[in-house]
């Protein structure tokens, strides 16, 4: 079984500061990874995904993050926060089981607030 | 394109009392589909899934069960509410694919007074 942990569970920042969410995943096989945002009382919204290739992977709004095998981490990242960034933030995996993926599993969330 | 909708938006209800949340898929066929929790603090907790109709699997014992009764069509219910049930309850879909990318419903606010 794979797991998540997200090191952080609040950041602040300041506007314009540069960020990064710290994700760390463990799992015998290869996996997916994923980084959703969720704002106050709404859904959660896929921000980028790692599926194969580069490991550098852009997503929206801005961030970007890194897949570092060795590391096993997948860490979320942007050069300078908005007030409008302001929201919680989840990283998720899935196994690469070769068929039908059914679940992901996710971390408990990192709560990013920025500042003026 | 592919929409998921989930209603109500916020409900309130008495402990003891029924409960029913529904989830539609639009835009797809033949999907995967979960129900979350969301407690504070505490992340997502998958509570069901379904990967076709009348195919439901339970994550966690619970006083909630689902049910699938139609392909895009997922039914989050309860017989008699407890306090525990209050929460933030996610419905989700995925098409299998791309690593089993999830999308997201609104949610339901569900308080249980």
């Known amino acids: 079984a794979q797991s998540v942990t997200q090191l952080d569970s609040q950041v602040p920042v300041f506007e314009e500061a540069p960020v990064e969410l710290r994700c760390n995943y463990s799992?015998?096989?290869?996996?997916?990874l994923f980084w959703y945002v969720q704002y106050p009382n709404q859904g959660l919204q896929l921000l980028l995904k790692y599926l194969s290739g580069s490991t550098l992977v852009k997503g929206i709004n801005g961030f970007e993050a890194e897949f570092n095998k060795s590391q096993t981490s997948f860490h979320l990242r942007k050069p300078s926060v908005h007030i409008s960034d302001t929201a919680e933030y989840f990283c998720?995996?899935?196994?690469?089981?070769?068929?039908?993926?059914?679940?992901?599993?996710f971390g408990k969330g990192t709560l990013l607030t920025v500042n003026p | 394109s592919q929409t998921i909708h989930q209603w109500p938006a916020t409900l309130v209800q008495p402990v003891g009392s029924p409960l029913s949340l529904e989830c539609t898929v639009e835009?797809?066929?033949?999907?995967?589909l979960y129900w979350y929790r969301q407690a504070a603090g505490r992340g997502l907790q998958l509570l069901f899934y379904?990967?076709?109709?009348?195919?439901i699997s339970s994550e966690v014992p619970q006083n909630l069960s689902a049910s699938r009764p139609q392909d895009r069509q997922f039914i989050l219910s309860s017989k008699k509410l407890l306090l525990s049930d209050s929460g933030f309850y996610l419905c989700a879909w995925s098409a299998g694919t791309g690593g089993g990318i999830q999308y997201f419903g609104a949610g339901t606010r569900l308080s249980v007074l």
């Open positions: 835009g797809t066929s033949n999907p995967n």
């Open positions: 998720a995996v899935s196994r690469d089981s070769g068929g039908s993926n059914y679940k992901l599993t």
């Open positions: 799992s015998s096989v290869s996996v997916y």
């Open positions: 379904s990967v076709g109709i009348g195919q």
